[in-house]
């Protein structure tokens, strides 16, 4: 079984500090692979053939939320297994495999007075949901817990609908926290006794969030994404399948507004002032009607026998089955924070659609020389014509998204992120007019980059300003400012010389306010 800071957290342990989003990761569990929401680790196992960690519908937002269950040990009814979630960095919590994660970190910039979310219990036998999000500095020292003396550490009362928490920190520090972990697990009703919780017990969780003592959100970064709208088309769009759910669940969680159509019943006019559109393996090319060929939307489609229809290929069919394929371009931006090589993009051994694409098309990924991933850019020469937006080939078959490990669920969002040209970072005005009002962080250009890049920011009043890049761990690789400036507007190069291609993030402070700004570095 894999092994969870558990012990640790729940007794307000120091942890190590990595970084990735400024957020919970993944906070409405709306994205999974085959076997974990992504971003989380689990005590799932599959050696010894259990689940207590599972995706259910009837969320309070998006397709998922995550519920606990104690289950009992195989073979062993009487004795309970206790289930467990922790917040787990992206790149280290990728694959269901053995891996050792030493990291379990998110960076927080402020002192969040409490921590917020929704949950769903049956708890029975008095058990408890146990709550253990920790602050801590980058140093590992803790700065704010739960405290479990006066219960604000635990859930105790059943919910049959989504009822929302709001759990106050308790500071043991006047320091300002810069990383923290969450960790969710029901124990018993004598904890921290070491009795077994009861088999049967179940706790939902949905939507979770730093906040204030009111409730309302708190901090920078994550549920202002305003990506605009995105049209996905599969087979039932009353009954989706877990595998078109998921992709549901991605988009979302990039910020996107998502309009679900069956196959049947999917028109051109749905394509209209879309930010994008994805066509899922699991519709029927023969009852699809609409024809996205000409349309000015980038799109997204796994479903081979639409490839021709679209002037993607030349030919199309399916690969044997198999769980790995090989990334075969690395410096593409669909294949951002990826080695050139194999890669598990399956749980479990299934097939994996491929094409022939010709023109300008650029295979990223292929397996046993057939292109499964490649991608179109605007205006690239395809088969016959040009692109009238950019273009996708996916991998997965009508299945394969069920199946589908952190790595193939990160594939697929880069390739969303590219097709849709999405810059993650908070939104923000272009720098334009003569006096700024706002404090603002500019788009980065070029961005993708080769080398150096020019990163533009707007004080609206004097003060002390700092600008630094972090790549995707959370390390600090640049300092680009940091002083005191007139209000105004200003300019940044930032040369990566020496560093490896991948995202980094641009942060920039001041006036105690923090903007952030997503980079690609390509070689």
Not at 18 to 32: C, E, G, K, L, T
Not at 294 to 303: D, K, N, Q, R
Not at 474 to 493: F, K, N, P
């Amino acid at each position: 079984m894999r092994r969870l800071l558990l012990p640790a957290l729940l007794f307000a342990a120091t942890l190590p500090a990595s970084a990735q989003n400024d957020v919970i990761p993944n906070a409405s569990f709306d994205v999974w692979n085959a076997l974990d929401p992504v971003d989380w680790l689990v005590t799932n196992d599959t050696d010894m053939n259990f689940r207590n960690v599972d995706a259910v519908g009837n969320a309070r937002s998006g397709p998922f939320a995550a519920q606990m269950t104690v289950v009992p040990v195989p073979g062993f009814p009487s004795i309970p297994i206790t289930p467990a979630m922790e917040t787990c960095p992206p790149n280290t919590c990728r694959d269901d495999s053995d891996t050792t994660f030493d990291e379990a970190t998110f960076p927080v910039s402020v002192r969040h007075e409490a921590f917020c979310g929704y949950y769903k219990a049956s708890l029975l036998g008095g058990d408890k949901l146990l709550l253990g999000p920790i602050l801590t500095l980058g140093d590992e020292s803790p700065v704010a817990i739960l405290n479990q003396n006066t219960g604000d550490g635990f859930i105790s009362e059943n919910a049959d609908d989504w009822t929302r928490f709001v759990k106050p920190f308790t500071y043991v520090s006047d320091a300002t926290p810069t990383a923290g972990v969450v960790v969710f697990t029901i124990v018993a009703e004598s904890f921290p006794s070491q009795d077994f919780p009861t088999v049967g017990s179940t706790a939902a969780l949905d939507d979770l969030y730093l906040c204030d003592l009111d409730g309302n959100p708190t901090g920078e970064g994550g549920g202002g994404l305003d990506s605009g709208d995105a049209l996905l088309i599969v087979d039932d769009a009353n009954t989706p399948t877990f595998a078109d759910q998921n992709v549901e669940g991605l988009l979302g969680s990039l910020g996107f507004d998502v309009l679900v159509r069956s196959d049947e019943a999917a028109s051109n006019s749905d394509a209209e002032d879309k930010a994008i559109i994805l066509i899922s393996g699991s519709v029927d090319p023969a009852v699809l009607t609409a024809n996205y060929d000409a349309t000015a939307v980038p799109l997204i489609v796994w479903e081979p026998e639409l490839y021709d229809d679209l002037r993607l290929t030349t030919a199309s069919g399916a690969t044997a089955s198999v769980t790995d394929l090989t990334i075969v371009e690395e410096t593409h931006p669909i294949a951002v924070d990826f080695a050139a090589g194999d890669t598990t993009v399956y749980a479990v051994d299934s097939p994996m659609t491929f094409g022939q694409p010709g023109g300008d098309a650029v295979t990223v990924g292929a397996v046993d020389g057939q292109a499964v991933l490649f991608a179109y850019d605007d205006e690239a020469a395809m088969v016959s014509g040009t692109t009238p937006a950019r273009r996708v080939g996916f991998f997965a078959d009508q299945d394969g998204l069920s199946e589908t490990t952190g790595a193939g669920v990160q594939l697929l969002e880069n390739a969303i992120i590219w097709a849709a040209d999405l810059d993650l970072s908070v939104a923000v005005e272009p720098i334009r007019g003569a006096t700024p009002t706002t404090l603002t962080l500019a788009t980065t250009f070029p961005n993708p980059f080769v080398g150096s890049t020019t990163i533009e920011y707007a004080l609206p009043e004097a003060g002390y300003v700092s600008l630094e890049v972090y790549d995707v761990m959370g390390r600090r690789v640049a300092v680009l400012a940091d002083e005191m400036q007139a209000a105004g507007r200003y300019s940044a190069s930032w040369s990566a010389e020496g560093l490896a291609a991948g995202t980094y993030v641009a942060v920039l402070r001041a006036d105690g306010q923090m903007q952030t700004r997503r980079m690609v570095l390509m070689w």
